[in-house]
């Protein structure tokens, strides 16, 4: 079946460190990645997307490239903040059309 | 542009209740999904709607319902209500439901709270 495995958390960081939440997939056919966010109180935010091999999404500093060969989608961001501190999902959706969810990932920068 | 929009942000009812959650997807979007969000069991697909047809149903009992409307908003509803549906139930829509492609854009949310 499909499913999404996430790196578990919490990750602590430093302000301004380096980010990398690891995310792998298992999925039949071509599944679009997606990575949302989520602050505390609140949804799920669309961080970045990517809907086929080698793409590479990317906002607000993060990014994330789309890797078939490896079935992974790996978040990363050169300089982390404080007001980066929140909960991180990677996602897949195929032709189900049901976005598939991994377990999230806390992400603590202290300053 | 208004976000999706879900009310009420918290309900506290009691087993056995019914109770009605409510979602305005974003102007122009046909599609709408629900999803549940617990500590245990992480987010899991409720349903999808789209021009008021149900298309994708996840694995949930029959307690849990829904249907959407013409104007694209959307109502889910929980019957005989059991202490463990207590989560956040998330509300996401999206532009149209014929690629994968289409990100999904969350509302805040409903707390439900069963005592």
């Known amino acids: 079946g499909n499913s999404v495995t996430q790196m578990e958390g919490p990750v602590t960081l430093s302000e301004e460190a380096f980010l990398t939440i690891n995310c792998t997939y298992t999925?039949?056919?071509?599944?679009?990645l997606f990575w949302y966010v989520q602050y505390p109180g609140e949804g799920l935010q669309l961080l970045l997307k990517?809907?086929?091999?080698?793409d590479k999404g990317s906002n607000k500093g993060f990014e994330a490239t789309y890797r078939k060969e490896t079935t992974s989608f790996h978040l990363e961001k050169g300089s982390v903040q404080v007001s980066d501190s929140a909960v991180y999902f990677c996602?897949?959706?195929?032709?189900?059309?049901?976005?598939?969810f991994g377990s999230g990932t806390r992400l603590l920068v202290r300053p | 542009k208004a976000g999706v929009t879900q009310t009420p942000r918290y309900l506290i009812k009691t087993r056995g209740q019914q109770v009605t959650l409510s979602c305005s997807p974003i102007?122009?979007?046909?599609?709408v999904s629900w999803y549940q969000q617990t500590p245990g069991q992480g987010l899991q697909f409720l349903f999808e709607?789209?021009?008021?047809?149900?298309?994708n149903k996840g694995n949930f009992p029959g307690r849990f319902s829904g249907r959407q409307f013409s104007n694209s908003r959307s109502e889910m509803n929980v019957s005989t209500l059991e202490l463990g549906d207590s989560a956040l139930y998330l509300c996401?829509?999206?532009?149209?439901?014929?690629?994968?492609?289409?990100?999904?854009?969350f509302g805040n949310g409903t707390r439900l709270t069963v005592t």
């Open positions: 996401a829509s999206s532009l149209e439901a014929i690629t994968p492609n289409s990100p999904l854009h």
């Open positions: 999925a039949t056919g071509y599944p679009s």
């Open positions: 990517a809907t086929k091999a080698d």
């Open positions: 996602a897949l959706r195929n032709s189900s059309y049901k976005l598939i």
């Open positions: 102007s122009g979007h046909r599609s």
């Open positions: 709607y789209f021009s008021e047809t149900q298309r």
